[in-house]
């Protein structure tokens, strides 16, 4: 059991107590457990920085950042011997903000960094998006500048695993019932998992997507499967979770999935650097 993805009271959307967090994982007995709150590098900077924009509610990732990682340098410190703590990060939209981005992926405090794309150029993050307001062809439009963002992310490269690809289908699914068929955007997805191989990242599985409703993981076994066939080594499993309650929810579910995609091992980061166990 690892949770290589998860958020605390430094993340914008949680109030999870850091050191309830801690003393969760210590009783559900993971070998891993990675805090990875939120880093929009996008809006790095206070408020002012960015003018008039309606696209983020939420600014100063700056100050989450070094919180977070602080505390959780720390906590490592104070836990040492009790549970192989790790420091991370969930780096949001690393190509909108590359300068921000080095800043970030250079930071020797960091064992692992997740890569994530919660938004794209000109468009508000997916959880606020109005699909309902959406024909067709406009999903479908946004869904393939999703995808080829994530390819432009794995070009650059400097972080350890792709957050929950796929995930751009949650709020869609969830809140309006809209199920696109992505299996046109496989070329693409093809090819951003030869990228991540080649530049040794990986990818996660999200295990988020069962207990919201969502019927899957993110991304699911086909895709898994795919990062496989691509050249894929290193696939960690996360839980995203944003409460206490949530810490370890479904990874018996995500290391299935693995398994079913064919991988014999997942992968935790420490210091920047993969560890095996062995499934």
């Not at 946004?142 to 350890?160: I, N, S, T």
């Not at 809209?178 to 090819?191: K, M």
């Not at 040794?200 to 990062?227: A, H, M, W």
Request: aromatic letters at 12%; proline letters at 2%.
């Amino acid at each position: 059991m690892i949770d290589c993805h998860t958020h605390t009271q430094y993340s914008m959307d949680s109030e999870a107590d850091i050191i309830e967090m801690i003393d969760k994982a210590i009783s559900l007995g993971l070998d891993a457990y990675a805090i990875t709150d939120h880093c929009e590098c996008n809006w790095w900077f206070p408020k002012e920085h960015y003018g008039e924009t309606d696209l983020s509610e939420d600014f100063d990732y700056a100050s989450d950042f070094e919180n977070s990682v602080s505390a959780v340098t720390e906590l490592k410190k104070k836990y040492q011997g009790k549970i192989n703590l790790l420091c991370g990060t969930e780096l949001g939209q690393a190509i909108l903000a590359p300068d921000i981005a080095d800043i970030v992926a250079s930071d020797s405090r960091l064992d692992f960094i997740i890569a994530s794309v919660h938004q794209i150029k000109d468009e508000k993050d997916f959880y606020f998006i109005k699909y309902e307001d959406m024909s067709e062809s406009e999903i479908l439009d946004l869904l393939e500048r999703y995808f080829k963002e994530c390819l432009e992310l794995a070009k650059w490269g400097k972080f350890d695993v792709l957050g929950h690809i796929t995930y751009c289908l949650r709020y869609m699914k969830c809140r309006n019932n809209i199920c696109p068929d992505i299996s046109r955007f496989d070329d693409i997805i093809a090819d951003c998992f030869r990228e991540l191989a080649r530049n040794d990242c990986g990818i996660e599985i999200n295990t988020s997507g069962i207990r919201q409703g969502f019927g899957d993981c993110f991304p699911g076994v086909k895709y898994t499967r795919l990062f496989r066939n691509m050249g894929g080594k290193f696939l960690s499993i996360g839980s995203d979770a944003h409460t206490v309650a949530d810490l370890g929810a479904d990874i018996p579910t995500g290391i299935k999935i693995a398994k079913e995609a064919g991988f014999d091992r997942i992968t935790y980061f420490k210091n920047r650097k993969p560890v095996f166990l062995n499934i």
